[in-house]
């Protein structure tokens, strides 16, 4: 998250929009793993997927779920092949979703100290 702040202020957001992505990915391994809902050595390869198994164990209902891997697909996909040009505005508003996704899911834990975010 620091460094997609940084990068938000230098006007690198293609690169906000991944890492934000990235955040809110490794925010719900997080839990996953924290909750015995996923094994530390397993691999979710599908963003879909990852998305899905957060609300299938009641981290957030299945329509944020949704949103979730619709939101991946619609500005994630395209701003990273370049089938469009990442704006401010989107950069903005995706690393400010991640930073709420990621304060909700560690602040649900009993370890957020080690949370180096």
């Known amino acids: 998250m620091a460094a997609a702040s940084r990068l938000l202020n230098d006007g690198y957001y293609t690169v906000v929009i991944e890492s934000s992505f ?3 990915e490794r925010s719900i391994q997080f839990r996953l793993i924290h909750d015995g809902a996923m094994e530390p050595s ?3 390869s599908s963003h879909r997927r990852l998305y899905q198994r ?3 164990v009641g981290l957030y209902d299945e329509q ?3 949103r979730l891997a619709e939101l991946w697909n619609q500005n994630r996909t395209k701003t ?3 089938l469009g040009m990442a704006t401010e505005a989107q950069a903005k508003a995706m ?3 991640a930073s ?3 304060q909700n899911l560690i602040n649900g ?3 957020r100290h080690e949370c180096l975010c």
């Open 22 to 24: 990235v955040a809110v």
């Open 42 to 44: 397993e691999v979710i």
């Open 54 to 56: 957060g609300a299938e």
């Open 64 to 66: 944020f779920g949704t």
């Open 80 to 82: 990273y092949y370049r």
């Open 95 to 97: 690393h400010e979703l």
């Open 100 to 102: 709420k996704v990621h």
């Open 109 to 111: 834990s009993q370890v």
